[in-house]
């Protein structure tokens, strides 16, 4: 293969290295800068503080639910789309992937049209005493609905290149079912799922639009921490938005780090996989 002049190789790094710094590194530094601002005083008194902190927890608890039931989702539509051949795959592999050609803020709207009071479900709802937008319920269905492609989309391309040879071996040696999702697939696809889990967590941690849409911004109860920071950034308490932002990149940056190792490790599952087929 024939190489580019050095000028022009210096060229395009530089390029590259001066919009990432424009881009990511300025904005990341402004960020923890501005949350240290007024001191660590301040800065603990931002991130501490009671709504702060129901905004935190609202935020791992959506991440707790949402992340698994994707994760359950993701692995046995990937199995049912790669192993067997049946009427409508199409139509499943085209449902998997709306939520990312439907904005969020439409998904949010959508919700409220089912789930609200005057909804479709709303009287039904409303006799049970049901709550679900304007409620955590309606913040949890909005995060699944628009996590869920990530992890089916990561196994999908995977599983596909292993074929069934394997599961049919075990098969066919007797084991069953589950034995052999336990003993031959997972191990084979855990790279996979887990950075297609990596993935999802990072967008229901950082989700916004549809959220903002069925929460309601009820302080204390329904706002997660994106919606606390804009309005803590709305009420001009810049210091106290920048801080709960910071604690959003740190978990960004761990994420971040750690979804490359799993990309690193499934890149190489995936070429080992077709060096042998």
């Not at 501005?34 to 608890?61: C, N, R």
């Not at 959506?62 to 049946?86: D, E, M, R």
């Not at 950082?206 to 803590?232: C, D, K, Q, W, Y």
């Amino acid at each position: 293969m024939k190489k580019e002049p050095i000028w022009i190789r210096t060229l395009l790094i530089t390029i590259v290295l001066c919009f990432l710094s424009l881009f990511l590194l300025l904005p990341l530094i402004a960020i923890f800068t501005k949350a240290f601002e007024k001191g660590m005083e301040v800065y603990f008194a931002s991130i501490t503080h009671p709504d702060a902190l129901s905004a935190i927890k609202l935020t791992l608890i959506v991440v707790l639910i949402t992340v698994p039931l994707n994760a359950i989702f993701g692995l046995s539509a990937a199995w049912a789309i790669t192993k067997f051949n049946f009427r409508g795959k199409n139509i499943l592999i085209t449902i998997i992937d709306l939520p990312f050609a439907v904005s969020p803020v439409i998904a949010g709207l959508v919700f409220i049209l089912l789930f609200s009071a005057h909804g479709l479900f709303g009287p039904f709802l409303f006799e049970n005493d049901i709550k679900i937008v304007f409620a955590i319920p309606g913040v949890v269905i909005a995060t699944i609905f628009v996590t869920l492609p990530f992890v089916a989309r990561e196994l999908i391309p995977l599983m596909q290149a292993q074929g069934v040879a394997e599961e049919e071996a075990s098969l066919t040696l007797g084991a069953n079912g589950w034995r052999t999702l336990w003993h031959v697939t997972l191990p084979n696809i855990k790279w996979g799922l887990l950075y297609g889990i990596i993935l999802c967590n990072a967008r229901a941690i950082g989700e916004f639009g549809a959220v903002s849409v069925v929460s309601g911004h009820i302080r204390g109860m329904t706002n997660t921490m994106p919606l606390h920071i804009e309005i803590l950034y709305n009420e001009y308490q810049f210091s106290a938005a920048f801080a709960v932002a910071s604690l959003m990149s740190i978990l960004a940056i761990i994420t971040l780090v750690v979804k490359n190792f799993i990309e690193w490790k499934t890149a190489k599952q995936l070429a080992r996989f077709q060096h042998s087929s």
